[in-house]
């Protein structure tokens, strides 16, 4: 019997049934499963080599259990490249591809179109934008099987846009008269979906330990329109799968769907609609949900799975996959040392990120009390250049300003269109940015912290801002939180985030991908100008800045124009705008100052309890770096550029 998950990076447990819940399979018992199944959804992350190898796996071994014939290498399967349907086919439908681009894939699959050329005419299409380079496996190991063919399973990303531009109904109706929904589809979903859905958006925890309902209270703020949006998207991919199996070969034929997790785990979206479609039975669809395995070494698989899934009686999917990725194949002899710098780089980034979660999660969780330094935070915004007006409209939110600069001076943003904030924290920028779009624009906000999201969020809905609002994502991983994930906002802003983020290549990249032709981005950060003297505990921030002379190249490599780096304002050290001139500019009417029992109180805490990041526990520690001179190591600056 097969060692579990020995054809690929990971390992297999079984959800489904609870009596079996978190217990783990064997890749020879997971085969079975495939080859009883008519229809196998997976729900992936994108981009994820060990996922694509899974997938690769799915697929092959669905061909073979309709031929009974086992694939033995490339070399032979070209030799049966002549398709043979007698045994039925496998219809491999994936997110990635639009339906209308089947003439392009039938190209692919019919061999007169190479995989250079479906790349090339993939992206000249420009609807999706996903990065088929992570695909390449499946794509090529479909292509050269006689009986699997590759479909597009979405429908174009324009509907969804018209339908938050324009309304349900005449979404409904462009994309009925187009054939890519039924005409029968309402785009209804029930609570429970929307209940998941929200969550998803937002990072509330939907069920507690025990499986039970969790009672955190549920936000209505996306049921009118970005629901009906994902559920557009459901909807086409289950018609998509309802024609094919349609055919001649109805009883032949197996589909593999391959969809965004958030399309199919508790079996909302995808699979209850192929359900409801084909009337198949439950036992006949295998849902395969995928899950980065821990880091930590010895962990409590059962704990893992019920905190992420809540626990057998939520029946999220049949099987998980947990897998571990480094982004490397299995290394050769004598290379180990390379695996290990590799290792060692990801946990330094895993450490990073969960260290400012857990940082970030505190601000989060005391910024709705009351108190703070309202003069202090009106002096920090006037001399980052924040006009006044802007300062009355952010009001008391104003002393949950977290930045470097303002992003507000370079983004240019007008009313009516879409942004995107980028580590946006308690949400003042994007405030800000909802003030300039309007109503008839849209503002999204992206944060690590499932606990500032949670409070911007609930400050959005309390002033009355619907435009606005906010996604719980690290942003490495935004895509899978964002379904509009490429071309669909004509500015990104972001402020302070990028300091922190480790991998900052794909924090741009995804800027890029976010952007519309001619979008343009407004990145405050901080740099280091040079190197870091070795030898010295700098602190986490400085550790993971990036170098000045990198920026604009990293940029251009990209695809960016028009790349500028703004030194105007880049001092360390900011003069914080006093009481006189503030009251020169008309600021300090209606300002509480504070009283001296306010300043008597703990510098770890803002006001009634608030926490701050830069507290009096972090200046202890780094108080050796007080020598420096912060001027000449590091810099505030802003990125501007244009995507063409």
């Known amino acids: ?120 005419e993939y992206h000249t299409i420009g609807t999706e ?48 008269k187009a054939g890519f929904i039924s005409k029968y589809e309402t ?18 925890n939907i069920y507690d330990s025990n499986g039970n309902d969790s009672a955190e209270e549920m936000s209505d703020r996306f049921r009118e329109k970005m629901f009906p949006a994902q559920i557009i998207k459901d909807a086409s991919m289950a018609f998509c799968v309802k024609n094919l199996l349609s055919g ?14 958030g399309h199919m785990l508790h079996s909302y979206g995808v699979p209850e609609r192929i359900m409801a479609n084909l009337s198949v039975d439950k036992e006949k669809i295998l849902r395969v949900a995928c899950l980065p395995m821990p880091a930590d070494g010895e962990i409590d698989l059962e704990k893992v799975l019920t905190d992420a899934y809540g626990g057998p009686a939520w029946d999220a999917a049949d099987v998980i996959f947990l897998y571990t990725d480094d982004g490397a194949e299995e290394e050769a002899p004598g290379a180990a040392s390379a695996a290990q710098v590799q290792k060692e780089t990801r946990e330094s980034a895993e450490k990073i ?13 005391s910024a709705y009390k009351e108190g703070g330094d309202m003069l202090k935070a009106r002096g920090i915004l006037t001399s980052l250049y924040y006009t006044p007006e802007e300062i009355d409209f952010a009001g008391a939110d104003a002393v949950n300003y977290q930045g470097v600069g303002c992003p507000h001076r370079h983004a240019n943003i007008q009313e009516g269109e879409s942004v995107l904030d980028m580590g946006s924290g308690l949400g003042v920028d994007s405030l800000l940015a909802a003030r300039s779009v309007g109503p008839n624009g849209r503002v999204v906000g992206v944060d690590l912290s499932s606990e500032c999201v949670q409070h911007a969020n609930n400050r959005a809905e309390k002033r009355g801002v619907g435009s606005l609002s906010f996604v719980h994502s690290p942003l490495e991983n935004i895509g899978s939180r964002i379904d509009e994930r490429e071309e669909c906002f004509d500015a990104v802003i972001s402020n302070g985030a990028f300091c922190l983020l480790p991998n900052k290549r794909k924090g741009v990249f995804l800027a890029y991908r976010l952007l519309k032709p001619n979008g343009r981005i407004a990145v405050c950060r901080t740099v280091i100008k040079d190197q870091l003297e070795d030898g010295v505990e700098w602190s986490i921030c400085m550790q993971t800045f990036a170098k000045m002379g990198e920026i604009k190249s990293m940029l251009l490599s990209l695809g960016f124009e028009d790349v500028e780096i703004d030194l105007s304002d880049s001092l360390m050290e900011i003069a914080i705008t006093e009481e006189e001139e503030l009251e020169e500019l008309g600021l300090l009417q ?38 420096f001179d912060m001027n000449k190591l590091c810099a505030r600056v802003v990125i501007k550029a244009r995507k063409p």
């Open 187 to 204: 785009l209804e979903g029930t609570d429970q979906h929307y209940n998941f859905f929200e969550s998803l958006l937002t990072g509330r």
């Open 1 to 120: 019997m097969a060692s579990p998950a020995s054809a690929f990076r990971g390992r297999l447990f079984r959800l489904a049934p609870q009596t079996l819940f978190s217990k783990e399979i064997t890749q020879n018992d997971f085969d079975n499963s495939i080859s009883n199944s008519n229809v196998v959804v997976l729900g992936e992350y994108h981009g994820v080599p060990s996922i694509v190898k899974l997938q690769t796996h799915i697929q092959d071994r669905m061909a073979e259990s309709l031929q009974d014939v086992r694939i033995a290498n490339k070399d032979s399967m070209r030799k049966l490249k002549m398709k043979d349907d007698s045994h039925g086919k496998v219809r491999v439908v994936l997110e990635h591809f639009s339906t209308e681009m089947q003439d392009l894939l039938n190209r692919y699959n019919g061999g007169t179109l190479d995989l250079n050329g479906l790349n090339k």
């Open 248 to 261: 001649k070969n109805k009883a032949k034929d197996k589909v593999l769907v391959v969809c965004g997790v």
């Open 590 to 627: 209606g300002t509480d100052l504070g009283s001296s029992e306010n300043e008597k109180k703990d510098e770890d805490d803002d006001g009634e309890g608030r926490f701050k990041v830069h507290n009096e526990e972090g200046r202890q520690k780094y108080r050796h770096l007080e020598k």
């Open 353 to 365: 990120q969960e260290e400012t979660r857990q940082a970030y999660d505190r601000v989060g969780s």
């Open 129 to 176: 934008g996903h990065n088929l380079a992570p695909y390449i496996p499946s794509l090529e190991a479909a292509r050269i099987h006689p009986n699997i063919s590759i479909h597009g399973g979405f429908i174009p990303r324009t509907y969804a846009r018209l339908l938050m531009k324009e309304g349900k109904e005449k979404a409904l109706q462009a994309a009925s």
